[in-house]
């Protein structure tokens, strides 16, 4: 007689998902590095620890969060989202992801092109969420005004140096200088004759080649210690107030906290001149 035997369905078991973590700090002070190796176990052991998550990698970096050039465990982790070896990824904030909205954004698209979830433990947001480009938007924007802040706090700071006579930013060496013991300039005589002769052979009609040559068949090494003086450094001398005794600070400055870049001052911002500032090189140029 035929027998029915009943088959109980079996339940399929959810691969595991991929989870890996990320973590910045801006600078390598001691207290900042202990901070993020404290984050390094806190993300490690957090997704150890959880059943249904195989732990990814812990991707850390320090420096600015302001561009991703230079930030390898952050384009490291890319990669890997970009291969498949990621399905989501834990950062303490967006402040820690990018503080550039445009960068974040770009990025976050990407990660959701690939089936990669980030989650910002601080906002309790997952960029899977509906409509996560605009609450991004919203962070990031709070994150690069952050740094916008503190880059404009710091520019304050440093103003504030140059309009002090007494502040060490007068007192950067150059060649020909050297500091004494109280970190003033003093002029350093072997590499100040160097600078006498490059400025005699310019006033008596030499090119920047003829002058370069001529340091090099009499051996003197250039300032970084190569045998050939190129004519930028050589430009750079001949147009340095310093040899005068006198000191400019601003010559140049940083358009953005975003992308860093030096422009020069051409009346953009003010300018703070030192006259006498330290003992002049070149005394009368008529008499070099």
Same mark, same amino acid.
């Given at each position: 007689m035929p +027998? @029915?035997?009943?088959i109980l369905p079996q339940s399929k078991k959810l691969p595991l998902?991929? @989870?890996a973590a990320y973590c910045r700090v801006s600078t390598k002070v001691q207290e900042q590095l202990d901070s993020l190796a404290a984050q390094e176990r806190y993300y490690e052991? &957090?997704? &150890?620890a959880n059943p249904n998550w195989q732990f990814a990698g812990v991707y850390?970096? @320090?420096?600015?969060? +302001?561009t991703v050039k230079g930030r390898k465990q952050f384009n490291a982790l890319i990669s890997a989202s970009r291969r498949g070896k990621i399905d989501m990824v834990l950062i303490k904030s967006a402040s820690r992801f990018a503080r550039n909205t445009v960068d974040a954004l770009n990025i976050i698209r990407m990660l959701r092109q690939w089936k990669v979830d980030i989650y910002f433990e601080a906002d309790d947001i997952h960029t899977f969420n509906e409509d996560p480009?605009?609450?991004? +938007?919203?962070i990031c924007a709070r994150a690069q005004d952050e740094s916008e802040s503190k880059s404009a706090d710091i520019k304050w700071g440093i103003r504030k140096s140059f309009a002090n006579p007494d502040s060490k930013y007068y007192q950067r060496k150059c060649y020909g200088y050297k500091h004494d013991e109280k970190g003033q300039l003093v002029i350093d005589e072997k590499e100040a004759e160097v600078v006498r002769l490059i400025f005699r052979m310019s006033k008596e009609g030499a090119s920047l080649s003829q002058i370069a040559q001529t340091l090099q068949e009499q051996g003197i090494?250039?300032?970084r210690g190569k045998t050939v003086w190129s004519r930028e450094t050589l430009r750079k001398i001949l147009h340095n107030e310093k040899y005068f005794g006198i000191v400019i600070l601003q010559k140049t400055f940083v358009s953005s906290c975003l992308d860093h870049k030096q422009v020069k001052n051409i009346g953009q911002r003010?300018?703070?001149k030192n006259i006498g500032n330290h003992k002049p090189v070149i005394v009368n140029l008529n008499d070099n």
């Open positions: +027998t @029915v035997k009943k998902k991929k @989870v052991d &957090r997704i &150890r850390s970096d @320090v420096g600015s969060g +302001t480009e605009f609450i991004m +938007t919203l090494p250039s300032p003010d300018q703070y």
